[in-house]
């Protein structure tokens, strides 16, 4: 079953270097949650080194794609998914509040690869997630080298972009409603 592709809004406070385009690939098969990140220009994109597929916190510092599964109410889960094939999860009570690591019975499986000018990202998660999720969100935070050759030039993608700063935890940012049928 596919639910679809979405194309993520660059923040315009942080605009991309040379990234041209990030769209995120949804599709679930089976008891699997599919996710696949593509990055269009990715010339310039900073990648963390490789690393053990763990659970780590701060992926967020570099480039990071992620996803944000909201409940009935107020709560909320995040998840981080670094291309070094680490990952994160929290559970929030509200808008940033009572944010803690939450408990994943099944470690997501992330892939990087290139195509090209592009960078791929696929994401294999269990499909029980989505279990009481009623909205999502879909985000990136993306870094590229800078014009001085270092990295550290970040830029933020969203399905929608609130007011003011990018704030990828607002409750408007979780524009995907989905669907009885994509529960499990």
């Not at 900073?46 to 916190?57: G, K």
């Not at 990087?112 to 935070?141: F, K, N, P, Q, Y």
């Not at 609130?162 to 408007?172: A, V």
């Amino acid at each position: 079953m596919a639910l679809g592709t979405f194309s993520l809004i660059c923040h315009p406070q942080t605009p991309a270097m040379g990234v041209k385009s990030v769209s995120v690939a949804w599709e679930a098969r089976g008891d699997a949650l599919m996710l696949r990140y593509r990055v269009d220009g990715a010339g310039g994109l900073v990648l963390p080194a490789p690393a053990a597929p763990e659970r780590h916190d701060d992926l967020w510092k570099t480039t990071c794609f992620e996803m944000f599964l909201g409940q009935a109410g107020t709560t909320y889960r995040e998840f981080n998914f670094s291309p070094s094939s680490r990952w994160a999860t929290y559970a929030f009570a509200d808008y940033r509040e009572g944010g803690r690591d939450a408990e994943m019975t099944i470690a997501p499986a992330i892939v990087i690869r290139r195509e090209g000018d592009a960078a791929i990202c696929e994401v294999r998660l269990s499909r029980a997630i989505l279990d009481g999720a009623v909205c999502a969100g879909l985000t990136a935070v993306i870094e590229e080298m800078g014009v001085d050759g270092k990295g550290g030039h970040k830029s933020y993608w969203a399905l929608a972009r609130g007011e003011g700063r990018p704030d990828f935890h607002k409750r408007s940012c979780f524009t995907l409603q989905l669907a009885a049928a994509e529960a499990p």
